[in-house]
């Protein structure tokens, strides 16, 4: 009787982890999914879309350091002072931490800033927490890389 109540606390034990385990890989391609969006939107220059996708408290460390506000973004897009011709992601990683999660990687974009062209390489990092059951992006940073 002892073994067969320690073997079913044992296989409940590996059911429920493997029940966390595909919770967390389901986690990480939506947040995937979520950066993808993030970068088409930013490529189509859609202001309110953008503005949709972050949290109302979005703050981001830009690379000089300075900090810019969701509203700050948008009005960029907005007056037409940013214009992204392009922008990619690549090696994306996501680490979930129970109702929060960290994605990083690099991003390539293109652009006019003000009618002057850019072309920056960045190593970003965002920073999501699950409200009423979906991910949103609170808080981003992004640092530019050496050529």
């Not at 220059?45 to 509203?71: C, F, H, Q, T, Y």
């Not at 392009?86 to 960290?102: L, P, R």
């Amino acid at each position: 009787m002892k073994t067969r109540h320690l073997f079913l606390t044992l296989a409940a034990f590996l059911f429920s982890t493997m029940a966390i385990r595909a919770d967390e890989a389901a986690d990480k391609t939506e947040i995937l999914k979520l950066e993808n969006e993030f970068a088409a939107l930013l490529r189509r220059n859609d202001a309110a879309a953008v503005e949709a996708s972050l949290a109302p408290e979005w703050k981001m460390v830009m690379p000089e350091g300075a900090i810019a506000g969701r509203a700050e973004l948008v009005d960029l897009f907005k007056s037409g002072k940013l214009k992204i011709e392009d922008y990619q992601i690549s090696g994306c990683e996501v680490h979930i931490h129970g109702d929060a999660a960290i994605a990083t990687g690099v991003d390539q974009s293109k652009g006019k800033w003000d009618g002057e062209s850019f072309d920056l390489r960045e190593r970003f990092s965002d920073f999501y927490v699950r409200k009423n059951g979906k991910w949103v992006c609170v808080w981003s940073h992004s640092s530019t890389l050496a050529e």
